[in-house]
């Protein structure tokens, strides 16, 4: 299995703020930007604010969904699997591999 690492350098520098906000973003979605601001430079910290962005968009379709009565289960059944893709998220971050999240992790908007 051929995983790709991001510099362990940049790792070690922005590892606690990266960690801090993939756990407390499982709780509060709307952290997602703490890295942006707090490591401007860091390919690392660039990658996992983009993926707690992406957990944060669907945890708002999730939220969207539990309002419709019709499909609310489906709302809760995909919160409960955004909230299994924030733990892999976390436990990522904290391996240091370039590595996404399921299905949607592909997906690049910060760049």
Same mark, same amino acid.
């Given at each position: 299995? %051929? /995983?790709?690492?991001? /510099?362990? +350098?940049? !790792? /070690?520098? %922005?590892?606690?703020?990266?960690? $801090?906000?993939?756990?407390?973003?499982?709780?509060?979605?709307?952290?997602?930007? $703490?890295?942006?601001?707090?490591?401007?430079?860091?390919?690392? &910290?660039?990658?996992?604010? %983009?993926?707690?962005?992406?957990?944060?968009?669907?945890?708002? #379709?999730? =939220?969207?969904?539990t309002?419709?009565?019709?499909?609310?289960?489906? &709302?809760?059944?995909?919160?409960? !699997?955004? $909230?299994?893709? &924030?733990? $892999?998220n #976390? !436990?990522?971050? %904290?391996? =240091? #591999?370039?590595? =996404?999240?399921?299905?949607? &992790? +592909?997906? /690049?908007?910060?760049?």
């Open positions: 299995m %051929n /995983e790709e690492y991001f /510099e362990q +350098s940049d !790792v /070690e520098q %922005n590892k606690t703020i990266v960690m $801090l906000t993939c756990v407390i973003e499982i709780i509060i979605p709307i952290i997602f930007f $703490l890295p942006l601001v707090a490591c401007k430079d860091s390919a690392y &910290g660039k990658y996992y604010a %983009n993926q707690c962005f992406l957990l944060f968009i669907c945890d708002v #379709a999730a =939220g969207i969904l309002r419709i009565r019709i499909i609310s289960y489906a &709302g809760w059944l995909i919160g409960v !699997v955004l $909230l299994i893709f &924030g733990i $892999l #976390a !436990v990522n971050a %904290n391996s =240091g #591999a370039r590595k =996404g999240i399921p299905l949607i &992790g +592909s997906i /690049e908007i910060f760049k």
